[in-house]
Every structure is written in structure tokens, then in C-alpha cells.
């Protein structure tokens, strides 16, 4: 085990040193009932601790420059306002200085100290996995139980509250430093205690931007066909968790994961839409779509994203039926450019989503973003024909269909962008002229509402 000063990595004046101080102050209160107990900050938060530490300036506005209360002048400026924390106390024990709500097998305490929420759970020693879960946990008083069921060294730091020093069981440390991702122990071992740290392995990685050490990527290849004995409702959480970060869908495909979610995109990787309108196959545009969405409207929901990258899953299934029905028009010959794609895409969708344990809102939404994403007032991009009346009819139309539901036309705007630029083939600067003018058509249909 090594020990490292938080001090040796944080300036006294940073914001994150003054969240950490703040904890002490907990950490003290705790000690008062138990003298011989003191709290560790653990998990993912001491990672980020030291990820943040490296990004953040060091001088903190004083209260008083602020002039605003001191729980809102750090809610403002803190940089982790969720902490997980443990330590041997009971959590009976700890739940008697700050309870909220205790869970029944784990014993996590969830609770709020200032302007921070705290997970406080003590250790615990788990065996008898299932590859979901441990069927058996106790709480431990020994360290070594708890940080040898973690998951990733980088999230296996123990931050001492008493004496502001990290301690490093597993190597983290260093592996934060070259910017690895490698199990704790042995990796078959970890990802047969839980497969879904098969997918959390390759969100971390790219998360932050780290590569997945030699050995952790060989077990995780091989344990992959352990993901379809999960629930489909645990791996769509974990699939959405990921999707904003930059080629997570990428890595997913090229491990032969995404299939697992949308079998799809094996079709879609190969389906040739190469034309006047497309430089890309329809699975590459998906992908440039995404990252366009990600880039362009990043604030926007993960679902919204997921919409972005599946609009275009039937293509193939059209395609396919326009080559064995022999109905392959010239115009489709020459663009590929095939209307029944958004429809059939979202009644394949319907389907999958429901496969997949979408709820019922998210599945509606992102079926009806991939209905209507060829409509006739998204697909034409004639700026005079914005503010005609045939066009404005196209889109009370929409409306009428959709329960004059306005932030979802904004929002089917939005995928239309990135649609539009993910091409290859549009001027961007021209698309988002079109854009800007289609939502002033909007809005001044909206206010007349």
C-alpha cells in the first residue's frame, strides 16, 4: 500500500481542497461518537478529485466578494457535489448522525451535509457471484474486503479524512497517470463477478480518454457473450450512460457489442448509400450524425442522441425490398433516397425499444423523432419556400399529429442539422441558414398559437 498527501496533488487555495476541508469537518463529527473510526472518500469521486485537480484554477472567489450565503457561494463554485464515503461504522451507527434513507442489503446510507450528497456505505466482503450481483455480502472491518471487490484500479483510492492522505492499494495511482483502465486482481475474475463492468470498462475509457490495459482487453473480449444473459433494462442503462462520450458508439461496434442492442447496424455497416447526397455507407453517417449532435446540441438529452444515431436503421430493410420487388425507380437509382425508410425505421424501433425496456416516454420519442425526420418541411432546403403556405400547412400538420408538441418539432429540427451536415455533401455554413430560418417559421407559429 501507498500513501500519497492530497496536498501533493491540489493546491490548499483549490476549490476541490476547500470541498475536502468541508468533509473533514464530517469526518470530525463522526469521531466525536466514534473515536476510533474516521470516513475515507472512495470510489469514482477520489479519481475525480485528481482528474479535476488538473483542469481547474486554484484561486477561489471569496464569500464576501460574492455576497451571496455560503452553502449557495459553494453550491455555485464546488466542483463534486456528490461524494461516496466509508469506513467500518454500522450503518445503523452513521445513520444516526445523518439520516435520510438506509437500503435494506447493502447498507448505504443516503444523506446530505451542507451542500453536498453523501452515499456513505461501510466495507463490505461479497462472494458468491452471479454475474449480476453477489449473492452474499457482510460488512467487513478490514479494508482489504472492500477495495479488492472494486472494479477498476482507478476507482479503487481510499481518500483519508483524518489524514488527508490517499491510500493506494491496487496501483491507481499510477495507472491515472499513463491514463490506463485496468481491472483490480485478476480481470476474468472481475467481469465474471459482474459482466456489466464490461461496458463500464469501455465507457470509462472513453470517459476519460484512457486506453483499456493489454490484459483487461483480452478477458473483456472474451467474457462479451456474457452480456446477453444481463437484463435488457440494466445494459440500456449502461448503454446510455455512454453514449455522449466521444466514440463510445464506435467502440461498442467495433467490439461487436452494439449488434447486441440494435442488430441493425450489421446491415447498416455494409448498406452502400454513396451518391450525390452521401459520401458515406448509412452506419458511418449514423456515426457522423451522433458526433454532429454531440457537438452541436450537447446539452440535449441522451435519448435525443440515441435518436440521432438510429434514424436511419431501416435503410437497409428498404433498400433490400426495392432490389428484390424490382421497383427501383431512376431517381432512386441515381439517389438512394428512399421515403418509407423513416417509417418502417420507426416501427422497427417501436419494437426494439420495447425489446430493450425503454420506457414508455423515451420509446415514443425517439420513434417519433425517426418517423417524421423526412417530413416534407425538413427535407426541402429551398430558403424561399420557408415561409410559404404549403410549408407552413406541412408543419401544422406535424403538430396536429403530435399534440402541438413544439419541443419535439425543435427537436426533430435539430436531428435534421446534423442529418443534413453528417452527409458530407451539405455546406454547413448554408444548413445552419436554413436552420436559423426555419425556427423563426416556428416560432411565429408558435406565438400565434
Not at 419541443?407 to 458530407?424: H, M, P, Q
Amino acid at each position: 500500500m501507498q500513501k500519497y498527501p492530497i496536498l501533493s496533488f491540489l493546491d490548499k487555495n483549490s476549490y476541490i481542497f476547500a470541498e475536502i476541508l468541508a468533509l473533514k469537518k464530517m469526518n470530525d463529527l463522526v469521531k466525536s461518537k466514534n473515536p476510533k473510526s474516521n470516513l475515507y472518500i472512495v470510489w469514482g469521486t477520489v479519481r475525480d478529485i485528481l482528474l479535476q485537480s488538473q483542469n481547474h484554477s486554484s484561486v477561489i472567489p471569496t464569500i464576501q466578494d460574492c455576497h451571496i450565503p455560503r452553502n449557495d457561494y459553494m453550491t455555485k463554485w464546488c466542483l463534486l457535489k456528490d461524494f461516496d464515503l466509508t469506513w467500518d461504522i454500522v450503518p445503523e451507527d452513521f445513520a444516526k448522525l445523518f439520516a435520510w434513507n438506509i437500503t435494506d442489503k447493502l447498507g448505504t446510507v443516503f444523506t446530505k451535509y451542507e451542500w453536498m450528497q453523501i452515499e456513505y456505505t461501510p466495507f463490505r466482503k461479497e462472494w458468491e457471484y452471479n454475474g449480476r450481483k453477489p449473492d452474499k455480502v457482510e460488512f467487513s472491518s478490514d479494508i482489504k474486503h472492500d477495495y479488492i471487490r472494486r472494479d477498476f484500479t482507478v476507482n479503487a483510492l481510499y481518500l483519508n479524512l483524518e489524514t488527508l492522505e490517499i491510500e493506494d492499494y491496487t496501483n491507481g495511482i499510477e495507472d491515472l497517470k499513463n491514463r490506463i483502465i485496468r481491472t483490480v486482481g485478476d480481470s476474468s475474475e472481475r467481469f465474471k463477478e459482474d459482466y456489466l463492468r464490461i461496458l463500464r470498462a469501455i465507457r470509462f475509457a472513453r470517459q476519460l480518454n484512457f486506453k483499456i490495459e493489454k490484459e483487461t482487453l483480452k478477458s473483456l473480449k472474451k467474457n462479451i457473450w456474457h452480456l446477453k444473459k444481463l437484463s435488457q433494462f440494466r445494459l440500456t442503462q449502461e448503454l446510455l450512460k455512454g453514449i455522449k462520450y466521444k466514440r463510445y458508439m464506435e467502440s461498442l461496434h467495433k467490439l461487436k457489442i452494439l449488434e447486441i442492442f440494435f442488430p441493425e447496424v450489421i446491415a447498416m455497416d455494409w448498406c452502400d448509400q454513396k451518391t450525390r447526397h452521401h459520401i458515406h455507407d448509412v452506419l458511418k453517417h449514423s456515426f457522423e450524425t451522433l458526433k454532429l449532435s454531440l457537438k452541436l446540441f450537447g446539452e440535449k438529452s441522451k435519448i435525443f442522441h440515441l435518436a440521432c444515431f438510429i434514424h436511419d436503421i431501416a435503410k437497409p430493410v428498404q433498400f433490400e425490398h426495392c432490389r428484390v420487388f424490382e421497383v427501383w425507380s431512376e431517381d432512386f437509382m441515381n439517389t438512394k433516397n428512399e421515403f418509407h425508410h423513416a417509417k418502417i425505421g420507426a416501427e422497427i424501433l417501436d419494437l426494439r425499444l420495447r425489446d430493450l425496456s425503454f420506457s414508455n416516454h423515451d420509446r415514443e420519442y425517439i420513434v417519433n423523432l425517426v418517423k417524421h425526420h423526412h417530413e416534407s418541411f425538413i427535407f426541402s432546403e429551398s430558403l424561399k419556400n420557408l415561409s410559404k403556405k404549403s410549408n407552413i400547412k406541412h408543419i401544422k400538420h406535424f403538430l396536429s399529429e403530435t399534440d402541438k408538441d413544439f419541443v419535439l418539432l425543435r427537436d426533430l429540427i435539430d436531428l435534421s442539422v446534423c442529418d443534413k451536415i453528417g452527409t458530407g455533401t451539405r455546406n454547413k455554413k448554408e444548413v445552419l441558414t436554413w436552420y436559423k430560418e426555419l425556427l423563426k417559421v416556428i416560432n411565429n407559429i408558435e406565438e400565434n398559437e
